[in-house]
């Protein structure tokens, strides 16, 4: 029990330093490019832009992360203190502060935290924004001046001797050996705490001086994996092998490397296979000099080829450090597989590899670790998507009727995921953005659903809280009257708002299309128009049964200017992610207000055959008397 404890809590420590860093990687990315076209030994040196290098390295990435890991802790105002302090350790250093930004930035966040508690109903109305710029300016700059005269000096020395460890490594040899850690590592999830806690933050400074780093190399490094999923494709068995085509694909060139951990798992001794690989590959990477002179992320080839040196010889070593690795891993694999006779349970190995990640993972299929029971007496559900104004708003509605006509006195709202209240006992989420839910309220019971117009979650919860829950009529009727006396919605959904016959060749050109009427009609900003087209890359707004309901993100709810909806009939369907949508719903959401059209639509779209009459209506007015209907 107490090394799951710990397993558990390095873990989650791992995924904390990883949700400081991967949010600015492109910052990252942008720092690599500059370094290696415009510095002297760069594809286009060029003096002037070259002059950009020290700077983003020294200022931007360490102010990115250490606002980033500060409003992890406590939103804007935790971003802002947090960015404070990190500019302590960053002027009172001469190396790139990431350690110190991810000791400041969180640290800023939890300080300011703890005050706004503190002084929470204690301030006179009126002083509320003079309170909250002088508290995060005073703490922020106390924090900053203890940094700058204690954190930094701290950290130079840990940095220090961690460099001078690995180059004794790299001197004496032993740096392959670093692939008993890794590859083990990378199976169990720990490998952000090793990657983003100590292997980028020296590599940034080898960077620095030597013009490229090894280090970048060490976890990035696709052959292991490859070898692995290439050796099932030869010697595995059912599923397995099946899979293995497209899985290699994936690791190899999209860098997703958790695709092949439930392959090991199936096989434990393949860890043997991977470590193995790993070393031969360090020992390559040695050997010719190969190194990488920006961040690879995600580990794809592709991404290892755009931040090598450009030059041959660095190709010729990184190149060769990833084929030897490869091939490695797949011969012993290829035995360990010819030889065994365990079984191969493909999902029983997904579903171990989830619950050692301890959240849900985009290849791991259509499950997600959560609470083994629906809590007892629940009294409040909520729907959560990202803005809080489009999805959760229609799998709110909905669910809420089929609360209503069991009889069940339970409350069912919808919020930004940001926004989810601590007191959540059930929260229903997008597969993709369930582990964000169980971040902010790890708590409570979690749902995942990629239908949220038809998923039978919620038939299946219903049966579940029948048997717990009793009814208040009385109660119930006063709730549902509350939620009829809202302000009345006509006029949000306007004839001229509704576009027959339309044809799209991208789901992009739909949404822009869209977010053109949405602006048009005075609803919203013009720049609301790109946060649509974000929110949808960020998680599909497919919503099921041929609909989808582009709608901005949650930071563009203030490009919203007042509340309306457009209606886009595609009879032919354009494609979203693999779905074939047929009606678009394109949402500006203020205030609340479109609420009530919106859980109409819902109901409405909840019917294929409702669907089926939208996408043949020959005009607005049919189209949209089939909505009002419902």
Not at 78 to 94: E, F, L, N, P, R
Not at 287 to 308: E, K, Y
Not at 320 to 349: C, H, M, N, R, Y
Request: proline content about 4%.
């Amino acid at each position: 029990m107490a090394q799951s404890n710990i397993k558990v809590a390095v873990q989650k420590f791992g995924n904390f330093l990883s949700s400081m860093v991967m949010p600015n990687i492109g910052a990252f990315i942008a720092w690599g490019l500059i370094t290696a076209l415009f510095i002297p030994t760069g594809f286009f040196p060029n003096e002037s832009l070259a002059k950009l290098v020290d700077p983003m390295v020294k200022y931007l990435l360490p102010l990115l992360i250490g606002y980033t890991g500060g409003k992890l802790v406590h939103d804007q105002r935790g971003g802002v203190v947090g960015a404070i302090a990190t500019m302590g350790v960053i002027v009172g250093s001469d190396i790139p502060m990431f350690l110190g930004a991810m000791i400041m930035g969180p640290l800023g966040g939890y300080i300011i935290k703890k005050f706004d508690q503190f002084i929470e109903g204690k301030v006179k109305t009126g002083f509320e924004m003079l309170i909250n710029n002088f508290s995060a300016g005073i703490l922020g700059g106390i924090l900053a001046i203890l940094a700058f005269l204690g954190v930094s000096p701290a950290v130079d020395g840990f940095t220090g001797a961690l460099v001078v460890g690995v180059d004794w490594m790299v001197a004496h040899g032993l740096l392959p050996l670093t692939s008993i850690l890794i590859e083990p590592a990378k199976i169990l999830f720990l490998n952000n705490a090793i990657n983003h806690g100590i292997l980028s933050p020296i590599g940034a400074e080898q960077i620095r001086t030597n013009g490229q780093s090894i280090l970048l190399l060490l976890e990035t490094n696709p052959g292991p994996g490859l070898g692995i999923l290439l050796a099932y494709c030869f010697f595995g068995k059912g599923t397995a092998k099946q899979s293995a085509p497209g899985a290699a694909i994936i690791h190899f060139i999209g860098g997703i490397h958790e695709i092949y951990f439930p392959y090991v798992l199936m096989r434990p001794l393949l860890i043997i296979a991977a470590i193995l690989g790993g070393m031969s590959g360090v020992f390559t990477f040695v050997l010719l000099g190969g190194g990488l002179q920006a961040v690879a992320s995600p580990g794809s080839i592709l991404a290892i080829l755009a931040a090598t040196p450009g030059n041959a010889g660095s190709y010729v070593a990184n190149i060769s450090g990833v084929l030897v690795a490869a091939i490695v891993s797949f011969i012993v694999g290829s035995l360990i597989l010819k030889t065994g006779k365990q079984s191969e349970d493909l999902d029983e190995a997904a579903r171990k590899m989830q619950e050692m990640k301890g959240k849900k993972s985009s290849v791991a299929g259509s499950f997600t670790k959560q609470q083994d029971e629906v809590p007892a007496s629940v009294q409040k559900i909520v729907f959560a998507c990202d803005a809080g104004m489009g999805s959760s708003a229609m799998g709110a509605s909905l669910l809420r009727k089929k609360v209503k006509q069991a009889d069940l006195n339970i409350s069912v709202t919808n919020t930004a995921i940001s926004n989810i209240p601590s007191d959540a006992q059930i929260v229903i989420t997008q597969e993709e953005l369930t582990p964000r839910a169980q971040n902010k309220v790890p708590d409570a019971y979690h749902i995942s659903v990629d239908n949220f117009l038809s998923s039978p979650e919620y038939d299946k919860l219903i049966d579940q809280l029948k048997n717990d829950h009793t009814t208040s009529k009385a109660e119930e009727e006063k709730r549902v009257s509350a939620e009829n006396n809202t302000d009345s919605n006509e006029g949000l959904l306007k004839e001229e708002n509704v576009f027959l016959n339309q044809h799209f060749s991208s789901k992009e050109e739909a949404i822009r299309f869209a977010g053109s009427v949405l602006v048009k009609g005075g609803y919203v900003e013009e720049n609301y128009v790109e946060a649509m087209i974000d929110r949808d890359n960020m998680t599909s707004t497919y919503m099921g049964n041929d609909v989808a309901i582009p709608h901005g993100t949650e930071e563009a709810k203030k490009n919203v200017l007042r509340s309306g909806f457009t209606v886009i009939q595609v009879p032919e369907g354009v494609d979203f992610d693999g779905e074939k949508v047929r009606l678009i719903f394109g949402i500006a959401g203020k205030d609340g207000t479109h609420l009530e059209i919106l859980s109409g639509i819902a109901i409405t779209c909840s019917d294929m055959d409702n669907i089926e009459k939208m996408v043949h209506a020959k005009s607005a007015k049919e189209l949209m008397a089939i909505i009002q209907s419902n």
